[in-house]
């Protein structure tokens, strides 16, 4: 299934924005089954115009290989600057050159001769109207990275690099910020409740925490009191090994009685965690000795819990609200999730399969 829907083919907003191609989460990338990563060329893996990349680049393109992934270069510029890394790693990264993007006439070649899905194809690249916006017509999963500009001495390509920053920082806080905003509501997985849960396959992808919503996720809206089922889930949760945290944007006056009803269960509550924000979680999750790929955040509501946890890099499942009963500004916002719903596109999930990680 495509990853982009709507109007997320002809709006070139990224799946992410990292600072460069070495801090994407690639692991956490195999886990949600892409297979293929397309690079750019030019300023992506090395700078503008320059026939080499350093030793760094070499040695992730081999770790990526040796994953398993299928990586090749897919570059606006003519084959013999980019030839080299096909030379240096032996043929394994394939180098595609004047691929004229944003068209994808030449794209879909690429896919088709490396036997990739687009839904399991991942583009990476530091030009939003070039590279982004071919991967979104091609429902690839895209990664905007800053332009590459380490050791660069020439002012003109610092310049050109910069420059391009600008021009997206410019179309991202006037267009994009819209559907950035909608892009992190969007969960990886909908459930309608937290025990339709597969908590067997998060566990064989090596998810080690679990973070639950409070508010018509664990209890109807404003209860103050645990279910027998909730309380027989997390005592499966905890024999399975996963740890559990509670992280609400109540007051922690609210929660004298749930922590005795949890006490057994050695269960942490996170109050006024302050969700849509995510600084509280991850520090929280910091502390915890968890990374982000290991964390999965369940949640009744895509503009607080869902967005939280998207921001925080964890893996997000929604589920339906238990009770029709919610405050005025959480009713005002289910409308605003009505419509998000309808556009959004959808996101990866876990992979399923022999190679689970």
Known sequence: MSHTTGLF?????????????????????????????????DFTVTVWKEKKITNKTLELFERLLDDGFKV???????????????????????????????GIKKLKDVLNI?????????MIGDLFITDVFAGNKLGLYTILINPYTYQIDSKFKKFMANFSKFVYFIFFYTIGWFFRLMDLAVPNEFKDNIFGIDYDHLKKTNHKLIIFDFDNTLVAWHSKNLNSKSKDLFAKLKGMGF???????????????????ISEFDIKIQTLSLK???????????????????????????????TAGNSSGFYTIKVNPISKKEGRWTKFIRNFEKLSIKMMRKKPTLFKGEDEI
């Open 9 to 41: 083919k002809y709006i070139p907003i990224p799946r992410e924005h990292k600072p460069d191609i070495y801090s994407i989460d690639y692991k956490k990338m195999k886990k949600w089954g892409i297979t293929t990563i397309l690079f750019d060329y």
């Open 276 to 306: 849509p924000f995510n600084f509280k979680l991850k520090k929280k999750v910091k502390l915890l000795g968890y990374k982000p790929r290991e964390c999965v955040l369940i949640g009744d509501q895509l503009f607080t819990d869902i």
């Open 243 to 261: 740890e559990i945290l509670i992280a609400t944007n109540g007051r922690d006056s609210r929660f004298d009685s749930v922590k005795s009803e």
């Open 114 to 122: 490396l036997n990739s899905q687009n839904s399991k194809t991942m």
């Open 72 to 102: 090749a270069i897919v570059t606006n510029a003519k084959r013999e600057r980019a030839i080299h890394i096909e030379e240096r790693t032996k043929g394994k990264v394939r180098v595609f050159s004047n691929m004229k993007k944003p």
